[in-house]
């Protein structure tokens, strides 16, 4: 069983940052690859970014290249997303998810992660 817990989400203008958290318990978290997702009102969730078991390989969607930033510690059993130049297209509930391998392929499939955490509302005013 693995245990996920979402923070640092809020309410920021546009072009502003956030860094989100998500602190894992449970399962050895070092040897799985984590993914961050995001649900708009009204659409489907969508992946964001993904990183490998060590933080060696890191996956993005195209509309946060260059502006988010996935990163883990994995003595502190978190991975973190550095969200900068924020849009607010990018307003969304963001999830963590354990994904069921150590290198995230597959990383933008949901059906890869087996444990999910509840979730952080990112607002992004214009």
């Known amino acids: 069983q693995v245990q996920l817990v979402e923070s640092g989400g809020g309410l920021v203008q546009a072009g502003g940052s956030l860094r989100l958290s998500c602190a894992a318990s449970?399962?050895?978290?070092?040897?799985?690859?984590m993914g961050w997702f995001r649900q708009a009102p009204g659409k489907e969730r969508e992946s964001v970014t993904g990183?490998?078991?060590?933080?060696?390989?890191?996956y993005y969607r195209d509309s946060v290249k260059g502006r988010f930033t996935i990163s883990r510690d994995n003595a502190k059993n978190t991975v973190y997303l550095q969200m900068n130049s924020l849009k607010p297209e990018d307003t969304a509930v963001y999830y963590c998810?354990?994904?069921?391998?150590?290198?995230?392929?597959?990383?933008?499939?949901?059906?890869?992660?087996?444990?999910w955490g509840q979730g952080t509302q990112v607002t992004v005013s214009s």
């Open positions: 998810a354990a994904h069921k391998s150590s290198m995230g392929l597959s990383w933008g499939v949901e059906d890869t992660y087996d444990y």
């Open positions: 449970g399962r050895t978290f070092s040897s799985s690859a």
């Open positions: 990183i490998s078991w060590n933080g060696g390989r890191t």
